[in-house]
């Protein structure tokens, strides 16, 4: 069984686009975040939600919008897409209690803005 | 604020050969710290973590302890395969706060060859 699910796992479009990442955990957790890789494969929180509530919005352009439906899922929406956003997109959870913090990650999103 | 330093890359070893990859952190409060690792094309995977001060992670045959006095969480295998083949990460986190976010080093490449 799939713990931590994002689809598509590849995404190309165009330059302007509209378009939705999605992310689903079925380890019962009450955190998921978003992260960001880049071509240098660097990576960088961007949002976290903890039972539906934003918690954590780094310094990311308004175009990208977080929404969680219920606590297992936490989507990515990003408008007017641009070359810079090419990057591969992942999904984490973790338990809200769990002390180590260890955090599951999906299998990523590789997006391609052409 | 919190950050990781790790050792650049790429590394290239042969198999059976000894593998070092530093990481350094600096932190606001107590961290966890974490190995994650990325093999190619897929998402990251927890390799082993440490809790607490003196701590030893392992995990596959590598280790890493949690030193305090030097900040360090540098990981280690005594005889690397070609199957270790990824993109290794050294990441931390604050056991404080609802979000308690991976801030992640900047990964090391490692290439072991036959």
Known sequence: DTAVSQTPKYLVTQMGNDKSIK????????????YKQDSKKFLKIMFSYNNKELIINETVPNRFSPKSPDKAHLNLHI?????????????????????????????GTRLTVL | GNSVTQMEGPVTLSEEAFLTINCTYTATGYPSLFWYV????????????????DDKGSNKGFEATYRKETTSFHLEKGSVQVSDSAVYFCALSISSGSARQLTFGSGTQLTVLP
């Open chain 1, 23 to 34: 992310c689903e955990q079925n380890l019962g957790h009450d955190t998921m975040y978003w």
């Open chain 1, 79 to 107: 408008n007017s897409l641009e070359l810079g956003d090419s990057a591969v997109y992942f999904c984490a959870s973790r338990e809200g209690f769990s002390r180590s913090n260890e955090q599951f990650f999906g299998p």
């Open chain 2, 38 to 53: 990325q093999y190619p094309g897929e998402g990251l995977q927890l390799l082993l973590k440490a809790t607490k001060a």
